[in-house]
Nanobody
Framework: QVQLVESGGGLVQAGGSLRLSCAASGRTFSMAAMGWFRQAPGKEREFVAAFRWRLGSTYLADFVKGRFSISRDNAKNTVYLQMNNLEPEDTAIYYC????????????????WGQGTQVTVSS
């Protein structure tokens, strides 16, 4: 099994930046992808970004392109979500995810979910 520990959420003003971190432990050799989803109050959970672990490629949702980036430290089994130029609409709980076999934009593709970290952007 894989365990996840997230960090880096908080309160920031619009236009500011935050970096989320997610460290994986356990059977990390089996990971196909690590990524992030988010869920705002009253809204459905949505895909934000993913890092395909073996290929080293990344994928970002259209609404964060140009503002967010995803990267990793392979030696630490850690994925980062750098969020710049944050907007109030980015306020949500951000969840780190691991896909053991599949990846993509669908939540059902991911097998392990972190506890979530709150990101609040004030206007």
């Amino acid at each position: 099994q894989v365990q996840l520990v997230e960090s880096g959420g908080g309160l920031v003003q619009a236009g500011g930046s935050l970096r989320l971190s997610c460290a994986a432990s356990g059977r990390t050799f089996s990971m196909a992808a690590m990524g992030w989803f988010r869920q705002a109050p009253g809204k459905e959970r949505e895909f934000v970004a993913a890092f395909r672990w073996r290929l080293g490629s990344t994928y970002l949702a259209d609404f964060v392109k140009g503002r967010f980036s995803i990267s990793r430290d392979n030696a630490k089994n850690t994925v980062y979500l750098q969020m710049n130029n944050l907007e109030p609409e980015d306020t949500a709980i951000y969840y780190c995810v691991v896909g053991l076999i599949r990846w993509g934009t669908r939540a059902t593709n991911y097998d392990v979910w972190g506890q979530g970290t709150q990101v609040t952007v004030s206007s």
